[in-house]
């Protein structure tokens, strides 16, 4: 790539809801790069419009008036201050052309930054099946900037805008025709010549009291401005208005005025959205409605991935079974490097690659309800019964998510725009049973809870199975509550959402977002849980102590003495398991697992249960694997057959006194601690990434042991006793 | 009145909002300032929150914010 410098690099801002992904998208196609902006967490994407001029997206809000550090971060990318951001040569705002009234506000707010502007009229179609026509001249000539209607997600006018982008580049920036209210540029004024700062900064911290901008300069700078900025509002109010009144009024006046002689509206019957509406959130029917989409998506999620799993987890199988292939008959037959191909490294990528079909039709489903506009009626319908436990239905995308798996999960919290929100949803999300707990609940079910009929009809496996994905939703309530009353006290949480109208989902714009997000999955959780397994596979390698190989050495030498033919086939394949078995539990691992047991003890646990709990850290499902292996059974556990050779062998465990390992009580607090644990690698460094901070990482992982060794231990206890 | 005390369909116009901080700048800079028309469209199953319509778009609100909107009809 060219060094940033020499590019010339056009930004991309609007209102939610416009489709300015969409014109991103028709402006760049799958070219595109996304990252984080140097120094917060807050996404970026970069595409490439045309050679040597990079569009680079910023995030979509209402107002450059910074309530969060998105639009902080907008307002000092747009003046250059940003630090390693160059200034964009040019700005593109993206409107909704059936809702200037609204959409103007941020426009005329990047005007005034400076820079050369473009106006993206985008669904100019919609607009007008609403009976709004807009004079798109006469509102060139008002705003100072070209104005482009657009369709994006058709890819109409996206030649014409292309051809403004390219004469805009390098052109005077726009003048604008609309003052503010006299005192507000009095006040900014004063402030810029007695601090020496930017001036549009220094008035968006005057206006914005008490936000991040203020926040962000008073840490920055010498002197009383802190003071300065107070007198200066105290100065202000005089009139009887804030300065927030005083601006948000001056411009809905200016752009009212500005509407009233470029669009004409006729009005239309009750539109088509308004009618789907009547029924998807209507008063009775709202609900049932909404439960029967989700269970059914989720459903369907579920059984379509099976077949495509079961693929992968073969394809897996077989290429671990190539790389032995190879290795025999070579110097390097059995050694550590065929191992750690083998064992670590390919069922480290089949480990995160197995997780990808669940991951791609969750993300299917979730980009289609959001493109048509129905997650944002989930919200709606929704809030109430977050609000119960201080949160808001802006957190119900994640949750969602997080059933499938916490890590998209985790990265969906970036629209909620309430920090401690945020924060509270990023650490109860894995409290959501994902997908990777799966395979856990279905070995323990399977090998101890009674294939019977409850009452003649409800199966009591599938209820076992119900109820984990119960015990993490009832965690994470009053886990959400202390959180909000504790670490994150503060105001309640916030609310405050606009309702498209639905329109038909484009195939396009969904497809892009499967490629994004699953791209992003595989980077993000596919790296951690990649470097996990191989650290893992080597702790349950090493040490190698040469006794164990010598016996099962003199073991096979005298099974090819005194057996032949098939006999001595199954023999051997015996021994190799043995053998492996033999290895793992005097490995470092297995010695860890020693070391615990008497931390485990208490739930019921042997040390092998501990050690297979350590060794699942960059999955979970990883402990079904172990179990096997400490148990001689080799690693493919995901065979039928196999499989119940295991659940053979867990039964047949016994405690040194003869009594079983495995009872009802230790299998359910076996599930209730995965069902509640955060043991997993990826989520943690997603945390890490997404809340930039070690103490939150430290804390989910701290408290979600806590609460699931208690979990275990109450189920253990009081199964026992009832048993008893 | 406030606008959390109008019914589904009631049609008024704002007078005003109460108070200050980010809400209020949110729900200003969004449209809710005085002189526009508002039209109360549903209150959600549950209730809460309740979906208004302004400036040709529609906009879902908590009730207990919603009280700092004032309207008249």
């Given at each position: 790539m060219k060094p940033a410098r020499a590019a010339r690099r056009v930004a991309i801002i609007g209102n939610p809801n416009t489709g300015k992904t969409s014109v991103f998208n028709a402006l760049t196609g799958l070219a595109q790069k996304v990252g984080n902006y140097p120094g917060v967490t807050v996404e970026k994407k970069i595409g490439l419009l045309a050679p040597g001029i990079e569009l680079v997206d910023l995030p979509g809000m209402y107002s450059l008036a910074a309530h969060s550090p998105d639009e902080l971060l907008a307002a000092r990318v747009l003046l250059g201050e940003h630090d390693g951001e160059p200034r964009p040569d040019l700005v593109l705002v993206v409107a909704d052309a059936a809702n200037l009234q609204r959409n103007l506000y941020l426009t005329t707010q990047v005007i005034e930054i400076g820079l050369p502007a473009i106006l993206v009229l985008n669904m100019i179609d919609a607009a007008e099946r609403r009976g709004i026509s807009v004079n798109t001249r006469a509102l060139s000539r008002i705003l100072g900037v070209p104005v482009i209607p657009t369709v994006a997600h058709r890819r109409l006018g996206i030649a014409e805008l292309r051809a403004a982008i390219h004469d805009s580049v390098g052109s005077p920036p726009p003048r604008p025709s609309w003052t503010l209210p006299e005192a507000i540029v009095r006040e900014r004024d004063a402030l810029a010549s007695r601090f020496g700062a930017n001036a549009y900064i220094l008035m968006r911290a005057l206006i914005d009291e008490g936000g991040p901008v203020e926040q962000f300069l008073a840490s920055r700078m010498d002197g009383d401005l802190r003071d300065a900025l107070a007198e200066a509002r105290a100065r202000i109010r005089v009139s009887g208005r804030s300065p927030a009144a005083e601006e948000a009024e001056a411009r809905h006046r200016w752009i009212a005025g500005a509407l009233e002689t470029t669009v004409r509206r006729e009005e239309r019957r009750k539109s088509l959205s308004e009618r789907i509406d009547n029924v998807l959130v209507h008063r009775v029917l709202g609900l049932p409605i909404f439960m029967l989409v989700m269970s059914g998506g989720f459903i369907s999620i579920f059984m379509w991935a099976v077949p495509f799993m079961d693929l992968i987890t073969g394809a897996f199988g077989f290429l671990g079974e190539l790389a032995r292939r190879l290795f025999a008959?070579?110097?390097?037959?059995?050694?550590a490097l065929e191992s750690l191909i083998a064992d670590g490294a390919l069922a480290g990528v089949g480990g995160v690659m197995v997780f990808l079909p669940q991951i791609v039709f969750l993300f299917f489903f979730i980009a289609l309800l959001d493109d048509c506009g129905y997650m944002a009626r989930a919200a709606f319908l929704m809030d109430r019964i977050f609000r119960a436990v201080g949160l808001s239905g802006m957190s119900f995308i994640p949750m969602l998510s997080s059933f499938a798996c916490a890590v998209p999960g985790i990265l969906a919290t970036r629209t909620i725009g309430n920090a401690r929100d945020r924060i509270a949803t990023i650490l109860i999300a894995p409290f959501m049973s994902c997908s990777a707990r799966i395979p856990v609940y279905s070995l323990m079910i399977a090998a101890f809870i009674p294939a019977r009929m409850i009452g003649g009809v409800l199966p009591l496996q599938g209820l076992v199975f119900g109820a984990m994905y119960f015990v993490g939703i009832f965690a994470a309530i009053p886990a959400a509550l202390v959180l909000r009353r504790t670490l994150l006290r503060g105001p309640g949480s916030t609310y405050l959402m606009e309702l498209p109208p639905y329109k038909i989902p484009s195939p396009r714009s969904v497809g892009i977002r499967i490629i994004d997000r699953s791209r992003t999955f595989v980077r993000q959780a596919g790296t951690i849980i990649f470097a996990m397994s191989i650290i893992v596979w080597a702790l349950g390698y090493f040490p190698r102590p040469p006794e164990i190989g010598r016996a099962h050495e003199a073991l096979r030498a005298e099974a090819r003495l005194s057996l032949d033919g098939e006999a001595r086939e199954t023999r051997l394949r015996e021994i190799d398991r043995e053998e492996a078995g033999a290895y793992m539990r005097n490995s470092v691992l297995g010695r860890a697992g020693r070391l615990l047991e008497p931390a485990v003890k208490p739930l019921g646990w042997d040390w092998k249960i501990g050690m297979a709990t350590i060794a699942s850290f960059p999955a979970r499902e990883v402990i079904v694997s172990t179990l096997s292996i400490i148990y001689d059974l080799?690693?493919?556990?995901?065979d039928r057959r196999e499989k119940e050779a295991l659940i053979g062998k867990l039964s047949a465990a016994r405690w040194p006194d003869g009594s079983p390992v495995f009872t009802i009580p230790v299998a359910v607090s076996v599930m209730v601690f995965f069902a509640l644990c955060c043991q997993c690698g990826a989520t943690l460094a997603v945390i890490k990434r997404e809340t930039n901070s070690w103490r939150w990482t430290a804390l989910s992982f701290g408290y979600m042991t806590a609460i699931a060794y208690i979990g275990a231990l109450v189920v253990y206890r009081a199964g026992t006793a009832l048993l008893a | 009145m406030r606008l959390n005390e109008c019914r589904p369909g009631q049609i008024g116009t704002i007078v005003g909002t109460v108070g200050n901080g980010p809400l209020v700048q949110r729900l200003m800079e969004m449209?809710?300032?005085?002189g526009a028309r508002i039209r109360v469209v549903r209150l959600a199953p549950l209730g809460d929150p309740m979906e208004v319509e302004l400036h040709g778009y529609r906009l879902s609100i908590r009730k207990a914010e919603a009280g700092v909107v004032e309207v008249s009809i």
């Open positions: 008959g070579t110097p390097l037959q059995g050694g080799g690693k493919d556990a995901e | 449209g809710v300032i005085a």
